[in-house]
């Protein structure tokens, strides 16, 4: 498999960064090495368990194994993703709270071990109207971002696939809860592909792509998109199903994504994999289509 940090065209390297979600287990400078083995040079991670509240103290012995490991090779930026059960737009006080809770948690995580930025998916209204819902998620956000002021980490609010009353599936969702917040410099947006084409985005021609880049230059400014979660989407555009697929192997497709990587839009961001995985092998694979894209190597049939 070709290294993510040699990329196999003259002039890859200057605007890729390549990497995956990596596994956490053992410790959380394991994550560290896993990257290492796989060529990354972009990493996300779950600082902890991402199904369960509970979290424990990070220890100084581990922080600075983290620290040590990253400096000692070219990856960067580093990404946190915050849990599953966090629902910033929630009505239900307790789980409000604690969605709260658990971000101020992680961005003072990344503080620790030096990761440059939190992404979060926002949350759903359940039963409220979107303006309802998005107003619960600008308190939020408000709350998040003065519990952490002294904090250099940005915080990245996700786009979704839209289904139910999840918000965020429209980059004018997003727009407005930046503007909402007072476009805090530590508040911007993270991409993901799935999400965006099973949405209603299309993703697969440079027309398509040129018309996304204008709406998130005027909804949220190109300068607040950090980070694009590279995925394949199972389902058809609009779908609103929210199923990763291997790249090239869900309805955005091989053709799609080769448009897709080289279109300006994408230039000079962190690409993270977050592709189905059932050993390190599928990221392997996937992380060697990316490349094999880059370079031409693949034959995209019509």
Same mark, same amino acid.
């Given at each position: 498999?070709?290294?993510?940090?040699?990329?196999?065209?003259e *002039?890859?390297?200057?605007?890729?960064?390549?990497?995956?979600?990596?596994?956490?287990?053992?410790?959380?400078?394991?994550?560290?090495?896993?990257a290492?083995? &796989?060529?990354?040079?972009?990493?996300?991670? %779950?600082?902890?368990?991402?199904?369960?509240? #509970?979290?424990?103290?990070? $220890?100084?012995?581990?922080?600075?194994? %983290?620290?040590?490991?990253?400096?000692?090779?070219?990856?960067?930026?580093?990404?946190? !993703?915050?849990?599953?059960?966090?629902?910033?737009?929630?009505?239900?006080?307790?789980? %409000?709270?604690? $969605?709260?809770?658990?971000?101020?948690?992680?961005?003072?995580?990344?503080?620790?071990?030096?990761?440059? =930025?939190?992404?979060t998916?926002i949350?759903?209204?359940? *039963? !409220? $109207?979107l303006?309802? +819902?998005?107003?619960?998620?600008?308190?939020?956000?408000?709350?998040?971002?003065?519990?952490?002021?002294?904090?250099?980490?940005a915080?990245?609010l996700?786009?979704? /696939?839209? !289904? +139910? @009353?999840?918000?965020?599936?429209?980059?004018? #969702?997003i727009?407005?809860l930046?503007?909402?917040?007072?476009?805090?410099?530590?508040?911007?947006?993270?991409?993901?592909?799935? #999400?965006? %084409?099973?949405?209603? =985005?299309?993703?697969?021609?440079? /027309? /398509? &792509?040129?018309?996304? @880049?204008?709406?998130?230059?005027?909804?949220i400014?190109?300068?607040?998109?950090?980070?694009? #979660?590279l995925?394949?989407?199972?389902?058809? &555009?609009?779908?609103?199903?929210?199923?990763h697929?291997?790249?090239g192997? +869900? !309805?955005?497709?091989?053709?799609?994504? /080769?448009?897709? &990587?080289?279109?300006?839009?994408?230039?000079?961001?962190?690409?993270?994999?977050?592709?189905?995985?059932k050993?390190?092998?599928?990221?392997?694979?996937?992380?060697?289509t990316?490349?094999?894209?880059?370079? +031409?190597?693949?034959?995209?049939k019509?």
């Open positions: 498999m070709a290294s993510a940090d040699v990329p196999p065209t *002039g890859c390297e200057a605007k890729m960064r390549l990497g995956v979600q990596v596994s956490i287990a053992g410790s959380l400078d394991r994550a560290v090495d896993r290492i083995n &796989l060529g990354c040079t972009t990493m996300q991670i %779950f600082a902890r368990n991402p199904r369960i509240w #509970h979290v424990q103290a990070l $220890s100084p012995e581990i922080v600075s194994l %983290f620290r040590d490991k990253r400096q000692r090779v070219d990856i960067s930026p580093a990404v946190i !993703h915050t849990p599953y059960l966090v629902n910033l737009a929630s009505f239900d006080e307790a789980l %409000f709270e604690k $969605s709260i809770e658990a971000l101020v948690e992680d961005i003072r995580r990344a503080d620790a071990l030096g990761i440059e =930025y939190v992404v998916h949350g759903s209204a359940r *039963g !409220h $109207s303006q309802k +819902g998005m107003a619960m998620v600008s308190s939020a956000l408000d709350r998040i971002l003065t519990a952490t002021e002294d904090s250099g980490v915080l990245l996700e786009n979704i /696939a839209g !289904h +139910g @009353q999840l918000i965020g599936g429209r980059i004018g #969702h727009g407005q930046i503007r909402d917040a007072g476009n805090p410099p530590r508040l911007g947006c993270c991409l993901d592909t799935c #999400h965006a %084409f099973a949405c209603g =985005y299309e993703l697969r021609t440079k /027309a /398509a &792509l040129d018309h996304l @880049q204008n709406e998130i230059e005027r909804e400014g190109l300068e607040r998109l950090k980070v694009i #979660h995925n394949d989407c199972k389902g058809v &555009l609009g779908s609103r199903l929210d199923r697929e291997h790249i192997e +869900g !309805h955005i497709g091989l053709g799609g994504f /080769a448009t897709l &990587l080289n279109h300006s839009l994408f230039d000079g961001l962190p690409w993270i994999l977050e592709t189905p995985k050993s390190d092998m599928d990221d392997h694979r996937n992380l060697a990316i490349l094999e894209l880059l370079s +031409g190597v693949v034959v995209i019509p």
